[in-house]
């Protein structure tokens, strides 16, 4: 089989514009290879620059809400002290109450005690003075 030098050279012809069309898709597919890394590579730092700011944004909310837990549960805890603090005012004013009632009780029975006593001592003076007299009376 004796190929002619023309079928050599259209050979020769069709491999190299096979070769410059591969490398020419090879050109192109490596532009449009390094032209989506670019954009992916956007879209990444895109993505968490958002990312970034959400869990910023997360953060601050937090702080927000526990600063906001934080003085509802101080205010909350104000109101349930000066309930207390009223509270044990108010039983402490009944309990003095009660203590002064029963001081006057006690002061009322010392003195229907002392006026008993004191009745008693004159009773048995008068009869003491009676009986010293009618021994007198009797003697003499």
């Given at each position: ?6 079928d050599q050279i259209q ?68 109101e349930e002290r000066k ?58």
């Amino acid at each position: 089989m004796v190929i002619s030098r023309a079928d050599q050279i259209q050979r020769a012809r069709e491999e190299e514009n096979w070769n410059n069309f591969v490398k020419q898709r090879r050109q192109e597919q490596a532009t449009e290879i390094s032209s989506l890394e670019d954009d992916h590579k956007k879209t990444v730092e895109s993505l968490s620059a958002t990312y970034k700011k959400q869990v910023e944004d997360v953060e601050k909310d937090y702080k927000v809400e526990l600063s906001r837990i934080r003085d509802s549960k101080a205010k909350q805890i104000e109101e349930e002290r000066k309930t207390n603090e009223q509270t044990l005012r108010s039983e402490q004013e009944n309990y003095e109450k009660q203590f002064e009632k029963m001081r006057e009780r006690e002061r009322q029975r010392v003195e229907n005690y002392k006026k008993t006593n004191d009745e008693n001592i004159q009773r048995m003076h008068e009869k003491y003075q009676a009986a010293l007299d009618d021994m007198k009376a009797r003697q003499g």
